[in-house]
């Protein structure tokens, strides 16, 4: 069968127009399946969303959307934790301004949907942005001491990360944008758990993102095959003996996943993990401890996955703590700033000064990095110096604010909240006193405001408003 035109390109009838050395390498891959792959780029690329346990009640959630389905269409893909939808415009939704969900790819959700989680975990995303994968990691902390390291090395992609991360309102991550080596340096052998979802060629995403077909060439995935071992040799040296490191593109390469497979284990005497059922259910094994998602075969763009573990008993041994820490205790002046203007009391919560910004820290991290920290735990107030006084921050409200003593409480279909996130004022129940109160979704706090005059002041942040 010839699937190449006269001008050296497979071209679809959707969007796609594939070169020829491409098309000629997933051929090898593929064989009799190849047709079924190019006809998948007809179909659409599929939307999918996972929802965030960790802010409110999962079973409340399925209901909701079971009840909704005509306005709102989704349906849970079997017995995984991912959801498929036809909504339009879902990252506008009341659900997504709440962070109760989180739209990603399925098959990128897949990755981690079976992997086991419990909250006392050190956990390193090193490749963390756009967030999907550290949402997933993120609501298994929620309420424990375990820490989520959340890094990505590109600035303008790290802003995207930590606007996630806020959104969603976690609690036990730190957002850092530094290289991979630097991370090694500051924890060797520190981590239960690395995700590894590296950068890649991304032919797994030609169907989705046509417009980047023209950037492929073997040279490129050269690169990034060269690239992605240097980032998995500092991730072995961050992982414990005994911890998991789970790797994954969204590539087809052999070069970047079948032969990274290879190199961990061989050079590193990385061992085989446990396979997420879900994984062994709806992806395609390729080579032991290998597996790939296919747009003609699962709902969702490619991807590759790879469950590891490093030899030897996990080591009860600890990282020397930086002698002179950044993390100062608060003094009563802060405390009592704190308790007037979200109406709690500071000792309910474990509350440090860094660097001058007010934080919430449930968990401990021996040493910090000495720049390019973007978050560490969740922000509750920061000092305003043309006000000379401490003003709260989203933040806290979006992961804390439900525990505000005043706070109301809207419907995803509640006209009153879709005003909310406009950035309309909103009036106040009668027996609000003056102060801050939290809007909630239900149960989940979308932001903050501020009450006065019978009117609650709004104080969600203007980036994040909908015209």
């Not at 190449?4 to 594939?18: D, F, V, W």
């Not at 062994?280 to 573990?309: I, V």
């Not at 009391?345 to 820290?361: D, E, M, S």
């Not at 102060?435 to 501020?450: D, E, L, T």
């Amino acid at each position: 069968m010839n699937l190449l035109n006269e001008n050296n390109l497979t071209e679809n009838t959707a969007t796609a127009k594939l070169p020829v050395e491409f098309t000629d390498r997933m051929q090898t891959l593929l064989k009799d399946q190849m047709p079924d792959y190019l006809a998948s780029f007809s179909a659409p690329a599929v939307k999918a969303f996972h929802l965030n346990t960790a802010k409110a009640d999962p079973i409340a959630l399925d209901t909701w959307l079971s009840e909704h389905a005509p306005e709102f269409p989704a349906k849970r893909l079997s017995e995984s934790g991912i959801y498929i939808t036809e909504a339009e415009r879902i990252g506008h939704h009341p659900l997504h301004h709440a962070g109760l969900i989180y739209s990603q790819d399925p098959s990128a959700q897949l990755v981690l949907d079976g992997v086991a989680l419990s909250n006392d975990l050190r956990i390193l995303d090193l490749c963390a942005a756009p967030g999907g994968k550290t949402s997933q990691l993120a609501r298994a902390l929620d309420g424990g001491s375990g820490l989520l390291i959340a890094n990505e090395p590109h600035p303008g992609r790290c802003q995207i990360l930590l606007g996630n991360i806020e959104r969603m309102g976690y609690r036990n991550v730190c957002v850092t944008s530094l290289q991979p080596e630097e991370l090694a340096n500051l924890y060797p052998e520190f981590f239960d758990l690395i995700v590894v979802d590296a950068p890649c060629s991304g032919e797994g995403m030609f169907r989705k993102y046509p417009e980047s077909i023209g950037e492929w060439s073997t040279e490129n995935v050269e690169l990034c095959s060269l690239r992605q071992r240097e980032i998995l040799q500092h991730a072995v040296t961050c992982l414990r003996p005994g911890g998991r490191l789970v790797y994954s593109t969204c590539t087809y390469a052999p070069e970047e996943d079948e032969a990274q497979v290879h190199f961990l284990k061989d050079e590193y005497g990385l061992l085989p993990d446990t396979i997420p059922g879900v994984v062994k259910k709806y992806a395609l094994e390729t080579e032991p401890d290998c597996f790939r998602c296919y747009p003609h075969l699962y709902a969702g763009e490619g991807q590759f996955m790879s469950y590891l573990k490093k030899s030897g008993t996990v080591d009860s041994s600890e990282i020397t703590a930086s002698r002179k820490s950044p993390l100062q205790p608060l003094s009563s002046k802060e405390a009592a700033a704190f308790e007037e203007l979200y109406q709690l009391p500071a000792t309910q919560f474990p509350l440090y000064n860094w660097r001058g910004r007010i934080i919430v820290l449930p968990f401990s991290l021996p040493r910090l990095p000495a720049h390019h920290v973007m978050c560490l735990g969740v922000t509750a107030m920061e000092w305003d110096e043309k006000k000379k006084r401490y003003l709260p921050h989203h933040q806290f409200f979006s992961a804390y604010g439900s525990l505000l003593p005043q706070r109301v409480d809207y419907a995803p279909e509640d006209p009153e909240l879709r005003q909310y996130i406009k950035g309309a004022e909103l009036a106040a129940p009668d027996h609000f006193k003056k102060g801050h109160a939290a809007v909630c979704c239900m149960g989940a706090c979308i932001g903050g405001v501020r009450c006065a005059g019978g009117r609650l002041k709004n104080l969600y942040p203007k980036g994040l408003r909908e015209q």
